[in-house]
């Protein structure tokens, strides 16, 4: 996990991450357009059958807006284009080569 990585994010109107994690600390800026977050945790160990609950309002962050996830921050979140009819951009800033890094999705079942 050698590295800090850095990704641009272009969001179509309306798209969507499913519900994931990244396990390393990271910095996202928008430049462009807003992004809704939801941030989940984990009731139980997910080898336990642990299930997802939102743990928070969704946040949305506009532009010039930055946020921080981490393991100890909460790092289980889903992340959506705020707007159906343009596009959203952001930077994201991982503290990792973030395609090396081992991650999970997750569905709310």
């Not at 309002?57 to 532009?63: G, T």
């Not at 790092?75 to 707007?83: K, M, T, Y």
């Amino acid at each position: 996990m050698d590295g800090v990585s850095v990704v641009s994010f272009v969001w179509g109107p309306g798209q969507a991450t499913p519900i994931h994690d990244h396990t390393v600390w990271g910095l996202i800026g928008v430049l462009r357009g807003a992004e809704i977050v939801q941030g989940y945790s984990l009731n139980n160990a997910p080898h336990e059958g642990g299930t997802l609950i939102a743990n928070c309002e969704m946040k949305r962050l506009d532009a010039g807006s930055v946020d921080a996830v981490s393991p100890d921050l909460g790092d289980i979140h889903r992340v959506s284009n705020a707007f159906n009819d343009r596009v959203s951009i952001s930077i994201h800033v991982y503290g990792a080569n973030i395609g090396a890094v081992p991650r999970s999705t997750y569905t709310l079942d």
